[in-house]
């Protein structure tokens, strides 16, 4: 059996003032943890189910590798960054704001910005990379440290899709709610494969 854990920290400084040369991407790739986001990565380095973990894989977003750092420092492994993992692109926002962005994507997989990546492309790219770790890291536990977005396109591989009430994308698996449209704070889903096959989904936090 092989584990994977994905990771999500939504607890990042928003009030930073970058050089208005900087694009958007540039900004949210260098977006750093807030003080509360720091805490709660040094609390999860002593989650009792990441004590197994035998490879840590990060985006190379700052946010995840900052939070990635207390378990690599417990656990005394590496972290292997991978650009794969990055958050999805959202491309030239023109007078758009990300939420409605968001929505936007939420309802139409294949809608994006120009520059950016539509879900389905997000979906993908995760997948793929999904599939290369389970036959390179067979019968392994592993963390994944990356993104909502890029977290909930994945999932929606294997989760079934509705709407909550103020019309965000929810993930369903078996009846358990795994995606529930709110990022506050630490996720930690677990994920567990019988060789490339998918036996069971668990939000643990």
Known sequence: MTTIYLINNGLTMNNLIFDNTES???????????????EESRKLAQNKDLQKVNEIYTSNYVM??????????ELELDINIKKDLGER????LGDKKIRMVNEMQENDF?????????LNEVKRRMLK????????EEDKTIALFTHNVAITSLLTEYCEKGFNLDN??????????????????IRVIELIFDKKNLISIKRKK
Do not use: C, Q
């Open 64 to 73: 995840s590798i900052a939070t990635a750092k207390y378990l690599a420092k």
């Open 168 to 185: 965000r994308l929810i993930l369903n698996y078996h009846d358990d709610a795994i995606i529930d449209g709110a990022w506050d704070g």
């Open 89 to 92: 692109i959202i491309g030239n």
């Open 129 to 136: 990379f999904i599939r290369t770790l389970l036959e390179k």
């Open 110 to 118: 294949d809608y994006k910005l120009n520059g950016g990546e539509s």
């Open 24 to 38: 958007l991407e540039s900004k949210r790739e260098k977006r750093i943890l807030s003080i509360e986001g720091e």
